[in-house]
Structures are given as structure tokens and as C-alpha cells.
Nanobody
Framework: QVQLVESGGGLVQAGGSLRLSCAAS????????MGWFRQTPGQEREFVAA????????YYADFVKGRFTASRDNAKNTLYLQMNSLKPEDTAVYYC???????????????????WGQGTQVTVSS
């Protein structure tokens, strides 16, 4: 089992920045391929970013490329999402997720993730 706890969300003005954190426990973090997703009310959860075990391979949704950066600190068992140049349409609950044990490749597919945090709210005002 993996436990994931997000933090760092909040209210920010358009053009501002936030850094989300996801603290992981329960399994060897450096063996986990991780992802970030987001969801707004009435909408399906959507892919934001994925990062492999070492952090050397990353994928991003087109709508965040050049603005968001995923990273990880395996020594601290923590995943990050640096969000810059935020827009009102980035307002959502952001979730971190981990793939099942033994699945080491990055994935953009929500169904490929087995463990989820509780989410953290990000609100961007115009």
C-alpha cells in the first residue's frame, strides 16, 4: 500500500506561482512512477504531468507545457509540481498518483495509476 498526501494548494492571482508537494509513504518511493492529475466539478479527472522513477523522464499535458514542472526528491519521498504563469482555467483540485508496484514506466493514462492522494485545491483568480 502507498499513502500519498498533497499540500501546497491555495488561492493565487493569475500570473502567479504555486508549488504543490506530495509526500509518499508505505513503499520505496524511488521505485514508483508518479503522476499529477486535476479535476474540476462536473468534469473528468485529467492528466497534468508524469515522471518516472529517477525523474529523468517527464511528460506534460499540452496545456501546461512551459508553465508547470514536475520533479521529485527520492531522498525525501516527495513529488513536486511547480506551477508558474497560472491561469484561471488552472483552477482545480490537484491529485498526485502512483502506479502499481512493478510498473515502472511513466503513463498519461488515469487507469494506469493505483494509488491516489486526497487532493489539494488550487484556485486562480483573474
Amino acid at each position: 500500500q502507498v499513502q500519498l498526501v498533497e499540500s501546497g494548494g491555495g488561492l493565487v492571482q493569475a500570473g502567479g506561482s504555486l508549488r504543490l508537494s506530495c509526500a509518499a509513504s508505505g513503499r520505496t518511493f524511488s521505485n514508483e512512477s508518479m503522476g499529477w492529475f486535476r479535476q474540476t466539478p462536473g468534469q473528468e479527472r485529467e492528466f497534468v504531468a508524469a515522471i518516472n522513477r529517477s525523474g529523468g523522464s517527464k511528460y506534460y499535458a499540452d496545456f501546461v507545457k512551459g508553465r508547470f514542472t514536475a520533479s521529485r526528491d527520492n531522498a525525501k519521498n516527495t513529488l513536486y509540481l511547480q506551477m508558474n504563469s497560472l491561469k484561471p482555467e488552472d483552477t482545480a483540485v490537484y491529485y498526485c498518483a502512483a502506479r502499481p508496484e512493478g510498473y515502472y514506466g511513466s503513463s498519461t493514462r488515469i487507469d494506469d495509476y493505483a494509488y491516489w492522494g486526497q487532493g489539494t485545491q488550487v484556485t486562480v483568480s483573474s
